[in-house]
């Protein structure tokens, strides 16, 4: 019942740069909740990548980079590594309280 | 740095209560400053919040599954606990308990994240 919706997979090859999008709502993005991203490794569990938007953790690289706007949040990868293959997840602020978004997987061609 | 860890039995059977617990280690569960939560996903799936308790022992549920869930926190133990009722094959997931930081903790754009996550543990739910 995820009410953050992202697309189901995107793909690009080394070096390219490629974003996901995050859609949400005026009851969780348009409500000015902030977003936050995780990166699930195959077989691992999830790891925050992004919070509050734009801020990232210590020791992730900074070709990740996350936005955004009204009722839309965006994560981008530039500079795109084998490493990086992965499940990546949405997740904000909602009458739940917390809801993910669908989940979407990139690809390293 | 604090690591959490899942523990409890891989197979429970339709019907009966599925039962976990999360042990805190590197830093005490006793403090204002976070929420421990359960979050489960199914196989091939995506993420399921299920809910989160404070220390304080004040509980927030999933609307979906609140008529089945408890989640209860034992600090003396350094621990927090799931308990999930009449489950069927629907509730086989893999199970993780993350930690959320409250106002209380800096950079507070951190709030309401998943900061720490345990490595998870699978349940499957089958007679």
């Known amino acids: 019942q995820s009410v953050l919706t992202q697309p189901p997979s995107v793909s690009g090859a080394p070096g390219q740069r490629v974003t996901i999008s995050c859609t949400g709502s005026?009851?969780?993005?348009?409500?000015?909740?902030?977003v936050h991203w995780y990166q699930q490794l195959p077989g691992t569990a999830p790891k925050l990548l992004i919070y509050g938007n734009t801020h990232r953790p210590s020791g992730v690289p900074d070709r990740f980079s996350g936005s955004k706007s009204g009722t839309s949040a965006s994560l981008a990868i530039t500079g795109l590594q084998a490493e990086d293959e992965a499940d990546y997840y949405c997740?904000?602020?909602?009458?739940?309280?917390?809801?993910f978004g669908t989940g979407t997987k990139v690809t390293v061609l | 740095q604090v690591q959490l860890q899942e523990s409890g039995p891989g197979l429970v059977k339709p019907s009966q209560t599925l039962s976990l617990t999360c042990t805190v280690s590197g830093g005490s569960i006793n403090t204002d400053s976070y929420f421990w939560n359960w979050i489960r996903q199914p196989a091939g799936k995506g993420l399921e919040w299920i809910g989160r308790?404070?220390?304080?022992?004040?509980?927030n549920y999933n609307p979906s599954l609140k008529s089945r869930v408890t989640i209860s926190v034992d600090t003396s133990k350094n621990q927090f606990s799931l308990k999930l009722r009449s489950v069927t094959a629907a509730d086989t997931a893999v199970y993780y308990c993350?930690?959320?930081?409250?106002?209380?903790?800096?950079?507070?754009?951190?709030?309401?994240?998943?900061?720490?996550w345990g490595q998870g543990t699978m349940v499957t739910v089958s007679s």
């Open positions: 308790i404070s220390t304080s022992g004040s509980t």
């Open positions: 997740q904000s602020y909602d009458s739940s309280p917390y809801v």
């Open positions: 993350a930690r959320a930081p409250t106002l209380l903790v800096e950079p507070t754009a951190i709030v309401g994240s998943f900061d720490v």
């Open positions: 005026s009851s969780n993005l348009g409500a000015g909740y902030d």
